[in-house]
């Protein structure tokens, strides 16, 4: 299976930022930026490359976000990320972005028709979430990064 390199942004406030694929590519509704490395470049490129293409945000590294996430085609391994700027430009692979709170990012998530995805993104979206709570109030807060 092919790796892919993403990028999960959640913001000072909570809010986690999530990506609506254009004409819902393989029934995917609501998701997460990733994709596949260039020649050469490290997973840590990738993911930050992906992540301001297909949403338009420029991010930070804040954590590597434990374990690996399989689609349906790729073994997918992802960043915690900060929000460093918006571009408000994002690639035509995607049709619009949105900034939610954990619940409403799991009812959005569960549009997506496509079950290994769908699955996958949820188990993502709570282990994004369980880093992010870790990472406030010991050591420097998100934002101070």
């Known amino acids: 299976m092919k790796k892919a390199y993403g990028g999960v ?21 609501w998701t997460f930026a990733k994709g596949k490395a260039d020649p050469g ?23 590597k976000i434990p374990g690996t996430f399989d689609g349906s085609t790729t073994s997918n391994e992802y960043f915690l990320m900060s929000s460093v700027k918006d571009t ?3 690639h035509w692979e995607t049709t619009s972005v949105k900034w939610v709170g954990q619940e409403e990012a799991k009812k959005l998530i569960m549009h997506t028709s496509n079950e290994k995805g769908r699955v996958r993104d949820l188990k993502l979206l709570e282990t994004a979430f369980d880093l992010f709570k870790s ?5 420097p807060k998100i934002s101070e990064l």
């Open 9 to 29: 942004i959640i913001n000072e406030v909570g809010q986690v930022l999530l990506r609506e694929p254009a004409n819902h590519f393989d029934g995917y509704v």
């Open 41 to 63: 470049e490290s997973a840590e490129a990738t993911a930050l490359r992906e992540v301001e293409e297909e949403t338009g945000i420029r991010g930070k590294i804040v954590a």
């Open 88 to 90: 408000g430009r994002f």
């Open 135 to 139: 990472t406030q109030g010991h050591g």
